[in-house]
């Protein structure tokens, strides 16, 4: 049996409820709803089973709006919303009043799906009844409904966009992994983007806090005091030898090792079994994958690789320049930035998508060779073609895949396919 919520928002579900975005985080809270005896009416600007406008005169049917993390918090809708006198609360935010187990929160700019995975995998394996959920593909109000009386503690992946406007959600501890340039196209500033994420440290128990050292770094600058037990060292740490075999053994994954490690201490949790764990658990696809070798070249699969921090990470795993696929829907940030710092570790690029051309000035100006690519299948001839024995020909783009595939996945996939028909 679910909570009941706070008796102001009880009031607010006696009228139907405004559900903005037909996804699937709008489906689960229609799911919600559903299972409280409550009513919910879908706007989507697109879908063909909504209401597609959001007027004064719609505005006047809700007292309460539930939105997805796609709508950002200035949109007209939401405005149109609290003009009228409506609570707007996000996704997540609202599920979050209906679960009454352990919230582990995930969030940073990389490696925030591999820990999510990772610390559900060594909670299942240590007999702690868990399930991940949030920004996964898993919405929170789907998992409350299904997971209540099944999982005890939800580890939940939580962007930028679903943490900019929490109100009700307080994790019983937050891992932040790391800080860098991304989507620079929703938040106006780095400063933004990192406020975003620190709502979460605001709404969890100070010494359930960890975060780690790109994180740290950050919050010093920009004057956000983390609390005194909240630093983890992330960075530039020594191989641990318990770990080899495992693909937490060198970094980037490494980081998210040592973020898991300082929570299950924290959490009381014997440390053997995070080991075991360790020694079991697999990358998800389309994290840095090999996909097969062919006349002794190796290609790699990152195509979830969508910003540049992930780039980077990706192509200092090898020992020597790379051919590097990348390019995609710009998410902001500083293309020239991004290219002089990796310009080292590619012998040439291969770009695709929207941003190529832009993206190929800055190679030439970094002294980089590339070449621009219609299509993706373009580019894996192109890089094949130009490999010798030896070579690693590695997709990581480093931006959105929404310019020509259905997401990450599909981009991942399509890359897999090719490589495969060589």
């Known amino acids: ?32 709803l559903a299972k409280i005896g409550a009513v919910g009416r879908v706007y989507d600007e697109r879908a063909a089973d909504a209401e597609n406008d959001f007027t004064p005169e719609h505005a006047s049917r809700h007292g309460l709006v539930v939105f997805s993390p796609g709508f950002i918090p200035q949109h007209p809708w939401l405005e149109t919303a609290r003009d009228a006198d409506c609570r707007c609360i996000g996704e997540l935010d609202f599920a979050s009043l209906f679960w009454r187990g352990q919230i582990l929160a995930i969030t940073g700019t990389n490696g925030k799906t591999t820990l999510t995975e990772f610390l559900t995998h060594a909670l299942v394996q240590a007999g ?47 891992l932040w992994t790391n800080f860098a340039e ?9 400063d933004a983007y990192f406020a975003a994420k620190w709502r979460l440290v605001g709404c969890t128990p100070p010494a359930a806090v960890f975060a780690g050292t790109s994180v740290q770094l950050y919050a010093a600058r920009s004057g956000h005091a983390l609390p005194a037990t909240a ?7 020594p191989a641990d030898p318990k770990l080899g075999g495992t693909v937490f053994a060198g970094y980037p994954q490494y980081e998210n090792f040592l973020l898991a490690s300082a929570w299950w201490r924290h959490a009381g949790l014997a440390g053997d079994g995070l080991y075991a764990a360790a020694r079991s658990f697999q990358l998800g696809e389309h994290r840095l ?90 580019a894996v001839c192109a890089a094949t073609g130009q490999a010798a024995a030896g070579d690693h020909i590695v997709l990581s783009p480093g931006f959105a895949s929404f310019d020509m595939f259905r997401g990450y996945e ?12 060589l």
């Open 1 to 32: 049996m679910l909570p009941a919520p706070p008796a102001n928002i009880a009031a607010l579900l006696a009228r139907p409820v405004a559900v903005f975005g037909a996804g699937v985080s709008g489906q689960g809270v229609l799911e919600l």
């Open 128 to 174: 702690r009844p868990a399930h991940l959920t949030g920004n996964i593909g898993y919405p929170f109000s789907r998992f409350v409904v299904e997971q209540t009386g099944r999982a005890e503690i939800a580890v939940c992946e939580v962007s930028s966009f679903q943490a900019e406007t929490l109100q009700h959600l307080h994790p019983t501890a937050t």
């Open 182 to 190: 991304d989507h620079l196209e929703r938040h106006a500033s780095m």
């Open 231 to 237: 630093s983890v060292t992330t960075a530039d740490q």
């Open 289 to 378: 994958g090999r996909v097969r070798t062919v006349r002794d070249v190796t290609y790699w699969n990152d195509s979830k690789g969508t910003n540049f921090h992930a780039v980077e990470a990706a192509l200092g795993t090898f020992t020597r320049p790379v051919l590097w696929i990348g390019g995609g829907r710009a998410k902001g940030g500083d293309l020239g930035g991004f290219i002089h710092r990796i310009a080292g570790r590619v012998r040439h690029a291969f770009l695709i998508g929207e941003t190529a051309p832009a993206l190929a000035g800055h190679c030439h100006d970094s002294g980089l060779p590339a070449t621009v690519c219609a299509t993706l299948d373009e």
């Open 410 to 421: 599909d981009r991942g996939r399509q890359f897999v396919n090719l490589v495969e028909k």
